[in-house]
Every structure is written in structure tokens, then in C-alpha cells.
């Protein structure tokens, strides 16, 4: 960038990670749609910063220029992956999956993956997610008290992306704590190091899984994974680990701050609730849509310039990064109606919560029935629930998720269902191991059946 071109570039200066971020929100999408859609920001080092919706849409899609390649070891081009700042990696060490490399072996692994992940696939897995979420809310029915975070919104994606991934379902809570504290903790933080160890021993955890499938193969996502055939040769356990890290972090947090936020709003317009629950039918897709694109879970990735190249005016210079704030995009006036508020039954919702091109989200089948069941088992359950607007606390810093650490609420008490928590998720865990549910859809076919 020359000296010229900087003088005539809008420039500003956004901390991702600050509690400013998150708290001006809707302030600082409005006045940068209006006044620069797409930025230099001079934080961490000074990178593109794309918040409006047409900018991003053109530029997101652009695979030829952008790259998601992360190099630790040095051997290609140094670039630094999807995260900015990017973390401090060993040479070694596993890269963030397949969503920190570029074609073809991105495309490798996706193709391997989506038999794992297609509607067809995800709806076999629907007994077992209503089934994790009742267990859930039994342990909380009868108190007439819950934490929506800790005991329903934490539990149920974790507990479903641990059978999919082929690992114990009781792992869960290994990889819970450090999946969501990695992502609200900032680099700067004095308990970054202390959480940098808890996902360092969470992997040795995967790490070892790996080695087990890999000796004596069982159905799941890292079977899959092992036996991809990427350039021509199969993964070695770097890289494995690598995309079934990319799989928990993706399959854990994300719906877990969808689920949290929206039960929040609703506690907050019970008419809306109230309309939600009695026209569920009509409205479950719409208002999911709708609460994706108000509450995008994952604000936003990481690029590299990779080739010089002009899109919409601007020119970019290989090298150089870039952010895609899908979070803003979402709120782009300009393609969203009135877009800080929510709207049910809004129509037309082309958000981006889940990406574009060719790097868009692999798992949001999974998010979208997870995120509905939870919804719809709450309506049933606990129909008159409050959230406690003093208990709540928000992630402090929403640089790469758009989370919550606690939702506590109240409610009529209720009827158990059956059985609790562990104990179903150990009944669950013989189901899934007898009836083989963790097979791609190519192989297995059937919904999973929970008789007794």
C-alpha cells in the first residue's frame, strides 16, 4: 500500500476483542456501512475490515484471491490462517482443520465429510437429540430453576458432536470448559495460558482417540476423516486431529450462543414467545433464520491476500489480511429492513452466519435442528420461563464468538420424564454403537430407535 493509496482509504480502529465491540454493537455496524464498508483497521498489526453486505458478498466468494492457508512449519507461503491476531503456533502443531487450508484439500475433506453431515444424515440423529435434550431439562424440572447455558445449551451439542465424531458421548465434558474459554478469553488476558492448557489437554484427549479409531476403526466423522484420501495419500494424525479440533470447536460453541441468546430475547418479549410456541409450524424456519443473522454465533473470519487484485474499487495486495464481519453484514440496512430488530417471520433472510463460498459452515444442518429441538422442548416444558437479567453474563470479549457463560431463569416446576442424564447418555452411547448411527448416510440409512 502506498502512501497515496493510504491517504485515500478510510481507516479505524477496532479492538475485536474489547468490551467496546461487543457493547456498540449496532453503533459502530451503522456509521461503518455508511461510511466505509470496507476499512483499514489499525489494530493488531493494521488488516481490511469488510462489514458491508454487497463488499463481503464479492469479496468472500473470491477464492481466487482470498486464502485460508495457515503455515506454522514454514514450508509454504507463512501465512498465518483464519484468526486475527493469529495465535502463536509451534511448528507441529495442528492447524484449525480444513477451514485453514485452500483447494484442493479443503475440498477434499468436505467432500469426504458430507456424507457425515447432509439433512439426510442429520435426521437420523433427531431421536437422540430429543432424547439428550428431555434427559437435560429432567435434572432441572422438577427445581422450577435452570442455568440455559450450563445445564441445556452446553450440553446438547456437545454430547451430539461427540457421537457423530465417533468418541465416547461422556466426553463431553473434557472438551466443554475449554471449547467455550478459549473463544471468550482474549490473547491479552492473564488466564490465557491457563486456558491455553485446558485445550491442550482436551486434545491430548482427541489425540489419543485418534490413535484408537485409527488401530480399531468405529463409525463416526474421524473414521471419515482418517480414511479421506487428500493429493492422493491419507491424513496423518496431525492433520486428523487437526479437522476433528475444528469439528468440536465448531460443533460446541456455536449453537450454544445461538441457543442461549435466543431464549434470552424471548424471555424478554414472552408475546413473541408466546407467538413462536403456538405457531411453530409456520414460523420455526423463519425465526431461525432470524435469530442467526441477529445473534451470528461466529462473527467473522480471517483472510490472506494472496494475489494483488481490485474488487469493487478497492485494491488489495498479497499478503495483506482481511476480515469478513458476517456479523455486520447481517445488519446492513441496506439488505435488512429495519435490521437491529428481530422479526419472527422476516422473509428474503439471505444472511451469512454461516458463511459463503467455499468455506461455508459444513455443520449447519446440525446447528439448525439442534438449536430448534432445544427451542421446542423449552416451549413445552418449561412454557412460562424468566430469565434472570442480573444472572445473565455475556461473553467479554465476542472477537470470534458471539457467546454466553451463563442464562439462569426460573419456571413452574414440572414432571420428570425418565431417566437422567448420565444414565441416558450411557443408554445413548449403546444405542449409537449397536445400531452403527455414526455411518455416513451412504452406508446407514435408518433413524436411530430408541426402544428399550
Known sequence: MTIDDARMIEKIQLDRHSTRYREEFEELSTDYHGRCPVAWNTEHGGYWFVSGNKELFDIARRADVLSNEADPDGVKRGYQGISIPHPQRQPGSPIGGFLEMDPPEQRHYRQALNPYLSPA??????????????????????????????????????????AMLGMPLSEWIVHCEPSHASVYTPPNSPDFMRVFQQMLEARAHTEEWVRKIRENPRPGLIDGIIKAEVNGRMPDDRDVVGVAG?????????????????????????????????????????????????????????????????????????????????????????????????????KGNRHSSFGLGIHRCIGSNVARATFKTMLRHVFDRMPDFVCDKDGAVHYPSTGVINGMKNLPATFTPGPRLGAGLDETIERMQKICDEQRLAEPVTVHRDKAELTD
Do not use: C
Not at 414472552?270 to 435469530?291: H, I, K, M, N, V
Open 246 to 346: 475444528l469439528l468440536i470447536g465448531g460443533g460446541f460453541d456455536t449453537t450454544t450462543a445461538l441457543t442461549a441468546h435466543a431464549l434470552e430475547w424471548l424471555s424478554e418479549h414472552p408475546d413473541e414467545r408466546a407467538r413462536l410456541s403456538r405457531e411453530w409450524d409456520d414460523l420455526r424456519d423463519s425465526a431461525t433464520e432470524e435469530f442467526l443473522r441477529f445473534y451470528t454465533p461466529a462473527v467473522g473470519d480471517g483472510r490472506t491476500i494472496q494475489l494483488d487484485a481490485e474488487i469493487n474499487g478497492v485494491k488489495f495486495e498479497e499478503g495483506q489480511r482481511l476480515w469478513l464481519s458476517w456479523a455486520m453484514a447481517n445488519r446492513d440496512e441496506t439488505v435488512f429492513e429495519d435490521p437491529h430488530t428481530i422479526h419472527l417471520d422476516r
Open 121 to 162: 444424515a442429520v435426521k437420523r440423529w433427531q431421536p437422540v437429540i430429543d432424547e439428550i435434550t428431555r434427559a437435560a431439562l429432567d435434572e432441572k424440572i422438577e427445581s422450577g430453576q435452570i442455568d440455559f447455558v450450563d445445564d441445556l445449551a452446553n450440553i446438547v451439542p456437545a454430547v451430539l458432536t461427540m
